[in-house]
């Protein structure tokens, strides 16, 4: 009699013990679980005590520069920024103005304002490209002797912000050669075209005003910009 109860008893805890384990089992019949696994990407960083604190490991320095922008006497930093491994991708610029404790913060940052380093066919369009911070201004100037022409552009110290002031853009074409020389705060525009069809290549000015306007650095994109003026110019 022992023996039966006994042998009752183990079978009791044996069928116990599987239907606990079946109901402590995850609702996830595979039992794995899945994590994300997509990197993450640094915010930029407002602060910091050199450079390449504002730089992500996705990130390089192209071009850099120094000068006294907001005329406190301390030199500050202009970067061009490039991804790694995508030379076709938009590039990033930014700016920084040191402290007096000899760190830096970051001021301003765009995505347009300097233009794609190649084109859809992998033409470098500009070649030099140079920027440069002089007496309370930023500079970007942009060549090529080819169809994208010369473009140089002026971003003032004004308020706290960033203005641009001053574009100017050479381009030799089939038959003609132009010059823009444009302020958008004044609206004040020149044109300036010479006929090489001709011998003598004659040359003709136009001045032309226009809407004043005030485009700030962190989203303004000089090409847009210029466009835009041709246009208006063609309607007067």
């Known amino acids: 009699?022992?023996?039966?109860?006994?042998?009752?008893?183990?079978?009791?805890?044996?069928?116990?013990s599987c239907n606990k384990t079946k109901t402590q089992a995850p609702k996830n019949s595979s039992g794995i679980i899945k994590k994300d696994t997509a990197p993450?990407?640094?915010?930029?960083?407002?602060?910091?005590?050199?450079?390449?604190?504002f730089v992500s490991s996705q990130?390089?320095?192209?071009?850099?520069?120094?000068?006294?922008?907001?005329?406190?006497?301390?030199?500050?930093?202009?970067?061009?920024?490039?991804?790694?491994?995508?030379?076709l991708a938009q590039r990033t610029m930014?700016?920084?103005?040191?402290?007096?404790?000899?760190?830096?913060?970051?001021?301003?940052?765009?995505?347009t304002v300097f233009p794609d380093e190649y084109n859809?066919?992998?033409?470098?369009?500009?070649?030099?490209?140079?920027?440069?911070?002089?007496?309370?201004?930023?500079?970007?100037?942009?060549?090529?002797?080819?169809?994208?022409?010369n473009q140089f552009s002026k971003f003032k110290y004004m308020n706290d912000n960033l203005i641009l002031t001053y574009i100017e853009t050479y381009n030799m074409g089939a038959g003609s050669h132009s010059a823009l020389y444009y302020e958008p705060m004044k609206g004040k525009v020149i044109l300036e075209t010479v006929n090489t069809m001709e011998q003598e290549m004659p040359s003709e000015t136009k001045k032309v005003q226009v809407k004043k306007e005030r485009f700030l650095f962190e989203n303004v994109s000089?090409?847009?910009?210029?466009?835009?003026?041709?246009?208006?110019v063609e309607q007067e």
């Open 59 to 87: 990130y390089e320095i192209q071009y850099e520069t120094e000068g006294d922008l907001n005329h406190d006497g301390l030199p500050d930093k202009a970067l061009v920024l490039r991804k790694k491994d995508d030379t």
């Open 120 to 149: 859809e066919s992998g033409y470098k369009m500009h070649d030099p490209e140079d920027i440069s911070i002089e007496k309370g201004t930023l500079n970007i100037n942009l060549y090529d002797i080819g169809p994208y022409g």
């Open 222 to 232: 000089p090409d847009d910009v210029i466009t835009n003026v041709y246009n208006s």
């Open 94 to 111: 930014i700016v920084l103005l040191k402290n007096p404790d000899k760190t830096y913060r970051l001021f301003k940052s765009s995505e």
């Open 40 to 53: 993450v990407e640094k915010e930029q960083s407002t602060a910091g005590k050199q450079v390449s604190d």
């Open 1 to 16: 009699m022992k023996k039966i109860i006994s042998t009752l008893l183990f079978a009791s805890l044996i069928a116990y």
